[in-house]
C-alpha cells in the first residue's frame, strides 16, 4: 500500500512549557488514518492534518462499541535522536486485540513503517525535558452506518501523537490501592485482553468510587471467586516476596502488558524467580501485614513503574514500606527508564530508534 502525505496548512504553536504538559489533552500537527471496506480492504492511508472525522451517527462503533486502541511511547534521547520501545508488540497486540473484536488485521510492517513515518514528521513535538515524552495513539473503530449486531464491513485506523509530561511531578510516589470485592473488570472468556474501550467503559463505576473514598487505583479481583488479584486500571501488577516476584498469569482476563513483560525480563536477570500464578487477596493482605511481601507496583507504558502505598480491602488497609518507594521499584524504574531514554545499553533489541 501506498502511503500518502498531504499538505499542513496551519501549524500549531510549539509546547509552550515542556513540564507542564497535561497528558492527553494536546495533540500535534498530523495524523496517520487508512481506511478498510470488505472489497477493496486496507485503504486510502495517509498522513495528514490533525482534525475532526465526519461518522455517520449510526456508525457501529457508537452503539456497539467495535473499537480497539494501543499506546506507546517517543523517547528523546541526550544526543537528539528519538527512541520507540518495543513499538513491533504494540503492532502485534493490535492486531491481537483485533481478532478478538472481528475487525480487519492490518499489515503490521507497513503499520509501524507509517507510525515512524508520522513520528519523523511530527519530530518537534518529541518533548526534551527530563521525564517527557511523545505518547502514541493508535485506534481502530467501526464506522460502518448500521443498527444491527454484526462485525462491521467498513473501519478507519488512525495514529494521534501527544506530548506528555513526566508522569511523576514531584519524584515517583507511592500510590493508594482500592481492592473491589464486588465490581470486576473481566471474566474469563470475555475482552480482558483485547485493549477495547469497552472494557474501561466498565470499570469507570468502580475507578469513581474509588476516588470519592481518597483512593488512587482499583485492584481487579477475578470474576469467578472474587478471591484472586489480577490488575489495576491500566497496569498489570507484580508482587514482591522475599526473593521472588509473583504475578498473576495471562489467561485471557488479564492484559499482555509490554511493560509487564520487559519488567519480568529485567528482574529475572537480577536474579529473581518469577512466578506467573494465581496471587490469593489474602496472600497479599497477609504478606504486607507480615512482611513477607515487601514490595508491590504496577506496570504500564504511561507509569512505567508506579509503587503500592498501601491495599485496601474490605474493612482493612495495610502499608507497604515507610511511603517511599522500595529498592527493587527504583532500580527496576530506573534501569527500565534508563534504556528507554539512550542512558543504558539495550541487551534486548527492545528499542527502535529513528
Ligand atoms: C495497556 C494496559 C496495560 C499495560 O500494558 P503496557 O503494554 O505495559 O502499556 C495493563 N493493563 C491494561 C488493562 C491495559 O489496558
Not at 496517520?32 to 449510526?58: C, N
Not at 462491521?152 to 509530561?165: E, F, K, S, T
Not at 545499553?345 to 527492545?350: L, R
Request: hydrophobic share 40%; net charge negative; glycine share 8%.
Amino acid at each position: 500500500m501506498n502511503l500518502e502525505i498531504l499538505p499542513v496548512s496551519d501549524l500549531k504553536p510549539a509546547i509552550e512549557d515542556e513540564n507542564n504538559l497535561a497528558f492527553g489533552k494536546s495533540f500535534t500537527d498530523r495524523m496517520f488514518v487508512m481506511e478498510f471496506d470488505r472489497a477493496k480492504g486496507w485503504h486510502s492511508a495517509r498522513i495528514q492534518p490533525y482534525a475532526p472525522f465526519t461518522l455517520d451517527p449510526a456508525a457501529m462503533v457508537l452503539h456497539y462499541s467495535q473499537e480497539i486502541f494501543e499506546g506507546l511511547k517517543a523517547f528523546r534521547r541526550e544526543d537528539g535522536s528519538i527512541a520507540l520501545f518495543r513499538p513491533a508488540d504494540n503492532v502485534a497486540r493490535f492486531n491481537q486485540s483485533a481478532r478478538r473484536m472481528c475487525m480487519p488485521e492490518v499489515d503490521e510492517k507497513f503499520f509501524l513503517d507509517s507510525m515512524l513515518e508520522l513520528i519523523r514528521m511530527e519530530e518537534r513535538w518529541v518533548p526534551k525535558a527530563e521525564g517527557t515524552s511523545l505518547y502514541i495513539r493508535p485506534t481502530m473503530i467501526a464506522t460502518e452506518p448500521m443498527l444491527g449486531v454484526r462485525p462491521a464491513d467498513q473501519y478507519l485506523c488512525y495514529v494521534i501523537l501527544c506530548p506528555v509530561g513526566a508522569y511523576y511531578k514531584g519524584g515517583i510516589a507511592p500510590v493508594k490501592i482500592w481492592i473491589s470485592d464486588h465490581f470486576v473488570r473481566a471474566a474469563e472468556g470475555g475482552t480482558g485482553e483485547a485493549k477495547t474501550g469497552g472494557n474501561y467503559a466498565a470499570s469507570l463505576y468502580a475507578a469513581r468510587e474509588a476516588s470519592l473514598k481518597g483512593y488512587d487505583q482499583v485492584l481487579w479481583l477475578d470474576a469467578k471467586e472474587k478471591k484472586y488479584v489480577e490488575e489495576v486500571g491500566s497496569m498489570n501488577m507484580l508482587f514482591h516476596y522475599d526473593d521472588k516476584i509473583v504475578t498473576s498469569p495471562l489467561k485471557g482476563t488479564v492484559l499482555d502488558g509490554i511493560t509487564r513483560r520487559s519488567a519480568l525480563k529485567l528482574l529475572s536477570e537480577m536474579g529473581y524467580q518469577i512466578e506467573e500464578r494465581a496471587l490469593t487477596v489474602d496472600e497479599v493482605m497477609e504478606g504486607a501485614q507480615n512482611g513477607r511481601l515487601k514490595e508491590a507496583f504496577g506496570t504500564g507504558t504511561a507509569v512505567v513503574i508506579s509503587p503500592v502505598g498501601s491495599f485496601c480491602y474490605q474493612d482493612e488497609c495495610v502499608q507497604l514500606g515507610n511511603g517511599e518507594p522500595g529498592e527493587l521499584t527504583m532500580k527496576l524504574y530506573n534501569q527500565l527508564t534508563a534504556i528507554q531514554y539512550g542512558r543504558q545499553p539495550d541487551p534486548h533489541n527492545w528499542i527502535t530508534t529513528l
